[in-house]
């Protein structure tokens, strides 16, 4: 589903280069998980996948079910069925949650030529799905993540992805902030997704995540690159040893 | 301070060509304005008052001329609103475009037909509120007004009136220059709502009063523009009884020149006065909300919400000024301006200012000018949404705060429609 071959990218500001040469290959129904120090190049990964400005791609490819994300704007990555759950979802004052969610539905239904759905049928699904995250009527009401708690924002998220129902789903960190009864739900949520035509990236410091999401395979990232890749079994080693071993062993 | 004389000649060409009606208590209130006008000349750039916005094209013995305009790509604005329709076209009242005048809950005339009675409630209020309000700073387009309006409506509301009277001007000729003058009185416990909408003219200076008795409640909800060439002048003077509200919102879009004046005067205790401004503008574009909002009462509450969203080189400006007299203790104050700047081209120049005599009061003011924020853009854009609608979606919320000042519903969202349509159409 998701092919990234050799990916180089530096600011566009600077010549700094981030990613050094990242290969990965995510096929449909499984869950990759990419764990690694601070500044190793993990957010920047997402990012560049979901489009964002700032970031300038010297080098190699990603591409979605064989479409090349990079030249695609963000807005047709998403409507393509790219999603990134946000470390640090953003506030955005004045515009309501609920009006939010229906523009981003029916924007990307509109993107792939389908009807956009009813404000009734909308309002039954919506309800639904957030019950099941337990995000009340009123989160629902209020502008988009203003005077949410860490964890309701990254619910949120979740609910969105819920919404679109994206094919490649990348959460960014989203384990940073929760308490391990918000992890539960989040993951729970990220589990009732899970099936054949969908697959997740899941960017994570810490072990814990992975014991809710249960990946398939996990990388370990360093200084931009892919530096080993395993079972679920890598990640509980980083967990016992840290990453110092690892590094070293692939130096 | 001897007024100078550039300023006096000025007044001599712009009057020259006006009727000067006489007779009756409108004339002698009209007498009075031209005194009060006589004594100030009219402004010019180097007043501090007039820093930001030059009044050359207000005070010029012509208007320039103005191409005259009509939307045709939406319906105008407060078609669907249940309202008595006055309609004024290029300043002259039309019967036949007009509602009867005749609404329960208030009574209404015309200026120039309740101007020849002898007696009339609108004598307590034509002018005086005006001349209240030339202190501390002079306004001489206002006492111009005054003295030279040719028409206007008078409202005096009894009761809580049956729907909204809703003003309309329309411009049909490319030099009109029209100068109305409307007085209302909400009487105690009475309530009321002001549309307004329409060019109006090439060059359009206006006055209205207001008078709210205690317990009297207010409402004014104005649209301005889509007609690019305007020139306009307009004044709010608005007296406040105690408990009593009076509540404002304008929206500006587009309009050559556009100053907006409101003088508030919360006389009584316990009055409530928030008066609100969005205003859009793309290109040759210059629009001045100036606010004075003086609290003599007890408890009385002013809140001030002005928002700009500017491109390709328009100008925006805000004035706004809260003063707490001595004994207007437990005031509470509050005055944002805002400026969203789509290009590095466009301007906002902003000067709050709180002058508080009395010690127990809060009051608060703050004005900022930024951009669209790039990482709630890709935010909204990594869901799917498209940069145009996200970039719109943006800019009504930030003028969602000024909006949220009118009461009713249907009101409120046939604003925010005119609104998004002038994003679509302005490309965002």
């Known amino acids: 589903m998701l092919e990234i071959s050799n990916l180089h990218v530096k600011l566009e500001a600077e010549d700094k280069p981030i990613l050094k040469g990242v290969g990965l290959r995510i096929a449909a129904g499984t869950v990759h998980a990419i764990m690694g120090p601070n500044g190793s190049g993990k957010s920047t990964l997402s990012y560049v996948l979901a489009g964002r400005d700032g970031y300038a791609v010297t080098h190699g490819t990603a591409t979605l079910d064989g479409e090349d994300l990079l030249t695609m704007e963000p807005e047709e990555r998403a409507a393509a069925g790219l999603f990134l759950a946000f470390q640090y979802p953003v506030e955005i004052p004045g515009v309501g949650n609920m009006t939010f969610l229906r523009t981003a539905v029916n924007a990307q239904r509109k993107a792939r030529g389908e009807a956009e759905l009813s404000a009734g049928d909308f309002l039954k699904v919506v309800r639904e799905k957030a019950r099941a995250l337990k995000i009340d009527a009123e989160m629902l009401k209020r502008p988009v993540n203003v005077g949410f708690s860490g964890g309701e924002k990254k619910r949120n998220e979740i609910l969105q992805m819920a919404m679109l129902e994206p094919k490649m789903c990348i959460l960014d960190e989203t384990d940073s902030g929760l308490d391990v009864d918000a992890m539960k739900l989040v993951s729970d949520g990220v589990n009732a997704l899970r099936d054949a035509g969908r697959a997740f990236l899941v960017i994570t410091h810490y072990q814990r995540l992975l014991d809710h999401i249960h990946p398939d395979v996990v990388h370990i990232m360093a200084d931009g690159r892919i530096v080993k890749t395993g079972g679920p079994e890598l990640a509980l080693e980083v967990e016992q040893n840290g990453y110092a071993g690892i590094l070293a062993e692939a130096q | 301070?001897?007024?100078?004389?550039?300023?006096?000649?000025?007044?001599?060409?712009?009057?020259?060509?006006?009727?000067?009606?006489?007779?009756?208590?409108?004339?002698?209130?009209?007498?009075?304005?031209?005194?009060?006008?006589?004594?100030?000349?009219?402004?010019?750039?180097?007043?501090?008052?007039?820093?930001?916005?030059?009044?050359?094209?207000?005070?010029?013995?012509?208007?320039?001329?103005?191409?005259?305009?009509?939307?045709?790509?939406?319906?105008?604005?407060?078609?669907?609103?249940?309202?008595?329709?006055?309609?004024?076209?290029?300043?002259?009242?039309?019967?036949?475009?007009?509602?009867?005048?005749?609404?329960?809950?208030?009574?209404?005339?015309?200026?120039?037909?309740?101007?020849?009675?002898?007696?009339?409630?609108?004598?307590?209020?034509?002018?005086?509120?005006?001349?209240?309000?030339?202190?501390?700073?002079?306004?001489?387009?206002?006492?111009?007004?005054?003295?030279?309006?040719?028409?206007?409506?008078?409202?005096?509301?009894?009761?809580?009136?049956?729907?909204?009277?809703?003003?309309?001007?329309?411009?049909?000729?490319?030099?009109?220059?029209?100068?109305?003058?409307?007085?209302?009185?909400?009487?105690?416990?009475?309530?009321?709502?002001?549309?307004?909408?329409?060019?109006?003219?090439?060059?359009?200076?206006?006055?209205?009063?207001?008078?709210?008795?205690?317990?009297?409640?207010?409402?004014?909800?104005?649209?301005?523009?889509?007609?690019?060439?305007?020139?306009?002048?307009?004044?709010?003077?608005?007296?406040?009884?105690?408990?009593?509200?009076?509540?404002?919102?304008?929206?500006?879009?587009?309009?050559?020149?556009?100053?907006?004046?409101?003088?508030?005067?919360?006389?009584?205790?316990?009055?409530?006065?928030?008066?609100?401004?969005?205003?859009?503008?793309?290109?040759?574009?210059?629009?001045?909300?100036?606010?004075?909002?003086?609290?003599?009462?007890?408890?009385?509450?002013?809140?001030?919400?002005?928002?700009?969203?500017?491109?390709?080189?328009?100008?925006?400006?805000?004035?706004?000024?809260?003063?707490?007299?001595?004994?207007?203790?437990?005031?509470?104050?509050?005055?944002?301006?805002?400026?969203?700047?789509?290009?590095?081209?466009?301007?906002?120049?902003?000067?709050?200012?709180?002058?508080?005599?009395?010690?127990?009061?809060?009051?608060?003011?703050?004005?900022?000018?930024?951009?669209?924020?790039?990482?709630?853009?890709?935010?909204l854009r990594a869901r799917g949404v498209p940069e145009a609608a996200a970039k719109s979606l943006l800019v009504l919320a930030f003028l969602a705060e000024t909006i949220a000042e009118i009461e009713d519903a249907a009101i409120a969202g046939d604003i925010r429609l005119h609104l998004q349509n002038w994003l679509e159409r302005h490309g965002r």
């Open chain 2, 1 to 379: 301070m001897p007024v100078p004389q550039a300023k006096l000649d000025a007044l001599a060409a712009r009057i020259a060509g006006l009727d000067f009606a006489r007779g009756g208590w409108l004339g002698a209130a009209r007498a009075e304005a031209l005194a009060r006008l006589g004594a100030m000349g009219l402004p010019t750039k180097r007043d501090e008052y007039w820093r930001y916005t030059d009044p050359a094209d207000l005070t010029a013995p012509q208007a320039p001329r103005a191409a005259t305009f009509a939307a045709e790509d939406e319906p105008p604005v407060f078609d669907g609103i249940d309202r008595l329709r006055v309609v004024f076209v290029d300043g002259v009242f039309d019967p036949a475009l007009s509602d009867d005048l005749t609404l329960a809950g208030i009574e209404i005339e015309l200026l120039s037909k309740a101007g020849q009675t002898d007696i009339h409630w609108a004598r307590e209020v034509y002018g005086l509120l005006e001349a209240r309000g030339q202190t501390p700073v002079q306004r001489p387009l206002a006492a111009l007004n005054t003295a030279f309006a040719t028409e206007g409506i008078l409202i005096r509301a009894t009761g809580g009136a049956a729907k909204p009277v809703s003003l309309i001007y329309l411009h049909k000729s490319e030099n009109s220059d029209v100068i109305l003058h409307h007085c209302i009185r909400i009487e105690s416990g009475a309530e009321l709502t002001v549309l307004e909408n329409g060019p109006a003219a090439a060059r359009f200076t206006k006055v209205m009063e207001v008078d709210i008795a205690s317990g009297g409640r207010f409402h004014h909800i104005r649209a301005q523009g889509r007609d690019h060439e305007r020139r306009a002048a307009t004044h709010v003077f608005a007296r406040l009884g105690a408990e009593s509200l009076f509540k404002s919102f304008t929206l500006t879009a587009n309009g050559a020149l556009t100053r907006n004046e409101v003088v508030i005067d919360l006389l009584g205790d316990d009055g409530v006065a928030h008066i609100a401004g969005a205003a859009v503008g793309d290109g040759a574009f210059h629009h001045d909300d100036t606010v004075f909002i003086t609290h003599a009462g007890l408890r009385c509450e002013s809140r001030q919400v002005f928002k700009k969203v500017l491109k390709n080189g328009a100008v925006g400006v805000f004035q706004g000024k809260i003063l707490v007299k001595p004994g207007a203790q437990k005031t509470d104050g509050y005055q944002i301006s805002q400026s969203l700047l789509l290009d590095g081209d466009s301007q906002f120049l902003a000067k709050p200012e709180l002058e508080i005599y009395a010690d127990d009061v809060k009051c608060s003011h703050g004005s900022t000018s930024g951009a669209i924020d790039e990482v709630a853009l890709f935010y």
